[in-house]
């Protein structure tokens, strides 16, 4: 679909779309990752498992992205 830049308020809501749909699916992974984290990491921050430690860094990462 081509919008008329003449007429920017059609972009306007396609570009507000676009960036309610990165938001929703940011949080759709956040919550993913969370549950995928075992109970040690979740209650003390710390286990031996570095695939947690990894999920973390990601939910970390997607957290700052929603900040800025």
């Given at each position: 679909?081509?919008?008329?830049?003449?007429?920017?308020s059609?972009?306007?809501?396609?570009?507000?779309?676009?960036?309610?749909?990165?938001?929703?699916?940011?949080?759709?992974?956040?919550?993913?990752?969370?549950?995928?984290?075992c109970?040690?990491?979740?209650?003390?921050?710390?286990?031996?498992?570095?695939?947690?430690?990894?999920?973390a860094?990601?939910?970390?990462?997607?957290?700052?992205?929603?900040?800025?």
């Amino acid at each position: 679909m081509l919008v008329d830049m003449k007429d920017i308020s059609g972009k306007i809501l396609w570009t507000k779309g676009y960036e309610a749909g990165e938001e929703r699916e940011r949080n759709r992974i956040s919550v993913m990752a969370q549950a995928r984290i075992c109970f040690d990491f979740q209650g003390s921050g710390k286990c031996d498992h570095s695939v947690c430690y990894g999920i973390a860094e990601l939910i970390t990462t997607i957290r700052e992205a929603q900040d800025d």
